[in-house]
């Protein structure tokens, strides 16, 4: 078992040229840009919407009373089984720094780039006991450098993409993430 665990995991990185979904000019096709955060005609009210991502991931978070980032939720929604590819940064593979740069972007605002080591670099560190919903988890896997991340979520869960099952929530408390976890960090 613990030589699955071993394949499971890859150094991840970010290539610094990220594809782009420009139209070609001349092509004659045209973007059309559609507003997320307007609300549909009978959309349900947010309460509702809350309560049923609630029960959907307390089979796999535990108690979800403490969360209630909805944005979270439709972020995880999107992600979720989406196939690892190093360097990836769409539904077709990604890999597990950009799936975190892409998580705090588009659900916390906050803006940081790079490897998983140069992320851990940009955070502050923190005490496991601090963990906060949208903190970084950060391993140490069969190296010597920072070479896998994930972001925090709740009840000692993380949301991450691995080599064999893409992205996925774990629990730190599984020996292999205590065996390899280096450090927890904050992005301001």
């Known amino acids: 078992m613990a030589v699955s665990f071993l394949l499971l995991f890859a150094s991840c990185s970010l290539k610094k040229n990220i594809a782009s979904n420009k139209t070609d000019p001349g092509s004659g096709k045209?973007?059309?840009?559609?507003?997320?955060?307007?609300?549909?005609?009978?959309?349900?009210?947010r309460k509702k919407q809350l309560q049923f991502y609630q029960d959907k991931y307390a089979p796999i978070l535990g108690s979800t009373n403490q969360l209630s980032n909805i944005e979270l939720y439709q972020f995880m929604d999107?992600?979720?089984?989406?196939?690892?590819?190093?360097?990836?940064?769409?539904?077709?593979?990604?890999?597990c720094s950009r799936l975190s740069i892409m998580l705090l972007d588009q659900v916390y605002h906050k803006n940081i780039?790079?490897?998983?080591?140069?992320?851990?670099?940009?955070?502050?560190?923190?005490?496991?006991e601090s963990l906060k919903e949208g903190d970084l988890v950060f391993f140490k896997i069969n190296g010597t450098v920072v070479n896998h991340m994930g972001v925090y979520l709740v009840n000692n869960k993380f949301i991450?993409?691995?080599?064999?099952?893409?992205?996925?929530?774990?629990?730190?408390?599984?020996?292999y993430y205590r065996k390899y976890f280096f450090s927890a960090g904050r992005i301001k």
């Open 30 to 45: 045209e973007k059309i840009k559609t507003d997320v955060s307007a609300p549909a005609k009978h959309e349900p009210t």
């Open 78 to 95: 999107q992600w979720m089984k989406t196939p690892y590819k190093y360097g990836g940064n769409s539904k077709a593979g990604i890999d």
């Open 113 to 128: 780039s790079g490897s998983s080591a140069d992320i851990y670099i940009q955070s502050i560190p923190i005490a496991v």
């Open 160 to 175: 991450h993409a691995t080599t064999k099952a893409g992205v996925l929530v774990s629990d730190l408390n599984e020996a």
